[in-house]
């Protein structure tokens, strides 16, 4: 199947008491990465779980890899192209894993046992071993074995590095980019880590409090996103279509705006040596500065 | 679908030794006071405890979720739960009756009233749990299993009051003096309880598809 956007989603509404996810859009483009970033609570899982048509009673469309969800309708046989890892592992702890190499292998007509069997080996996951019996680290690298052990052209991640050490994280990214180095295979990651993220992604998209915020090329958006630290003075002279986020203290204002490129294109370094001041400093800023700055200009 | 039923019984058989410690000691103690029927009706209530433990371990991992993810979907999910109960209390019922063809073997008993007593409590557990899936389905097994312990209450009040009020031991004694042989009796008995559970089982899964196709996992 090629298709252009391995999700599509458009108008996604859910109301909850108290939680609202609010007229959602976005596309994941077939051969990208995407990070789905927000904090606890914004609505990445639910938005997660409308994908996965694990949600009744939403409104809006959802498209996965051509295949409109629809919770009515029993056709499944799409789901054999996608992979997905929640933040936990989901089977019984019983159960070793060589039985769930048995159930796998009845759930999924596409499931390659030797596939598994070469992950399993390359995670030394012991085929003795009950679920109840591994690490956390140990679990996850289990569910994206299973997740890759099939005819996935899509993996859909939600939370699947969180309480997990650096190093076993790392690891976990190697394997998501080896994945997503054959053409066509896909990536939806959604993580308050945002360093994974920043590692790997291509494309961000925001949400905050249901909303969508924004959907960005990651390396445009470190590009043009900036945190200025000047004075309250200088600080007053950046345009305000620009500014995500002012904060004044008694020595600095520090200043997130979207676009550095139109503050140093309008003279504002010039400006302030021109007139002698303090020199302002131009930060780059990371995925987290973005989020964390744009959560507090919510709030202010 | 074959799948998850792969993976309720390795469910069950990673609890087996706890099983077989418990049916182990019921066996015992019916051996001492000479009750087969004890151990007959607690076979069957085995069988259908087995089905609750796989919905308990299911809900705890979020299995449900995470299947629904694969090539499954809800009425495949629900389907298997339905199977399994019918299974899992079938072959407890086909082991009573082991049990129950051993101890007339071994002129323990006469079996006849055993058979009946399976028959009955087949029905009695399939009943139950038929009305108490769709409320797992819908509250989760933790809320639902209160529920169980009292719907199986209420359901043996009304069976002993009902048996009391028709007078069972009268209609016994009407079908002997009419003549109908015992197998004949047995196999109606047979007959009128597998439409019970039949007709039960049907609608207690019409009404669970519909809860689950409502149900955010």
């Known amino acids: 199947m090629n298709v252009e956007n391995a999700i599509e989603v458009k108008n996604l509404t859910k109301v909850y008491s108290g939680f609202r996810l609010d007229d959602v859009s976005f596309q994941v483009p077939t051969g990208s990465v995407v990070g789905f970033i927000g904090e606890n609570g914004a609505g990445k899982s639910t938005t997660i779980k409308a994908i996965l048509g694990l949600l009744p009673d939403r409104e809006g469309e959802i498209q996965v890899l051509g295949h409109r969800i629809d919770n009515e309708k029993d056709d499944e046989n799409w789901k054999e192209q996608i992979g997905v890892v929640f933040d936990e592992c989901n089977f019984p702890p019983e159960l070793k894993i060589k039985m769930i190499a048995n159930v796998m292998k009845n759930m999924y007509q596409t499931w390659d046992e030797q596939k598994f069997a070469d992950y399993l080996m390359k995670f030394e996951l012991p085929l003795e071993k009950k679920v109840k019996e591994l690490s956390k680290g140990m679990k996850m690298k289990l569910c994206i074995a299973v997740a890759l052990s099939h005819d996935s052209r899509l993996l859909i991640l939600d939370e699947a590095t969180s309480g997990l050490d650096p190093v076993v994280r790392n690891e976990i990214l190697d394997i998501f980019r080896e994945f997503v180095e054959n053409a066509g295979n896909t990536i939806f990651l959604s993580s308050h880590i945002t360093s994974d993220i920043e590692k790997i992604a291509d494309y961000i998209i925001f949400i905050h409090k249901g909303k969508l915020l924004f959907m960005e090329n990651k390396d445009d958006l470190i590009y043009n996103y900036a945190l200025v630290k000047c004075t309250g003075d200088q600080a007053a002279r950046i345009p305000d279509n620009i500014i995500v986020y002012r904060e004044d203290n008694s020595y600095e204002a520090i200043v997130l705006v979207r676009d550095k490129e139109i503050l140093q294109k309008g003279g504002f370094m010039e400006t302030a040596a021109k007139r002698g001041e303090i020199t302002p400093v131009i930060d780059r800023v990371g995925i987290e500065d973005i989020m964390l700055y744009t959560v507090k200009s919510d709030r202010l | 679908m074959k799948g998850l039923l792969i993976k309720d019984l390795y469910t069950i058989a990673g609890y087996g030794k706890q099983y077989g410690i418990v049916f182990l000691f019921m066996a015992v103690w019916s051996a001492v006071t000479k009750s087969i029927s004890f151990l007959t009706m607690y076979t069957i209530l085995l069988g259908g405890m087995l089905i609750l433990s796989t919905l308990s371990i299911d809900e705890n991992a979020h299995f449900n979720r995470y299947a629904l993810t694969m090539p499954v979907s809800r009425r495949t999910l629900l389907i298997e739960k339905y199977i399994a109960l019918v299974l899992f209390i079938g072959v407890g019922s086909l082991?009573?009756?082991?049990?129950?063809?051993?101890?007339?073997?071994?002129?323990?008993?006469?079996?006849?009233?055993?058979?009946?007593?399976?028959?009955?409590?087949?029905?009695?557990?399939?009943?139950?749990?038929?009305?108490?899936?769709?409320?797992?389905?819908?509250?989760?097994?933790?809320?639902?299993?209160?529920?169980?312990?009292?719907?199986?209450?209420?359901?043996?009040?009304?069976?002993?009051?009902?048996?009391?009020?028709?007078?069972?031991?009268?209609?016994?004694?009407?079908?002997?003096?009419?003549?109908?042989?015992?197998?004949?009796?047995?196999?109606?008995?047979?007959?009128?309880?597998t439409v019970i559970d039949a007709v039960a089982v049907f609608l207690s899964y019409r009404i669970s598809l519909k809860i689950v196709k409502k149900r955010e996992w």
């Open chain 2, 95 to 193: 082991f009573t009756c082991l049990i129950v063809g051993g101890a007339a073997a071994m002129h323990l008993s006469d079996g006849k009233e055993e058979l009946v007593m399976i028959l009955v409590m087949t029905t009695f557990f399939l009943l139950s749990y038929s009305i108490t899936f769709p409320i797992i389905f819908k509250y989760g097994i933790e809320k639902a299993r209160y529920i169980y312990i009292l719907v199986t209450m209420v359901m043996a009040l009304v069976v002993i009051g009902g048996a009391s009020a028709l007078k069972l031991e009268m209609v016994s004694e009407s079908v002997m003096r009419a003549g109908i042989p015992a197998f004949a009796a047995v196999l109606t008995l047979l007959g009128i309880c």
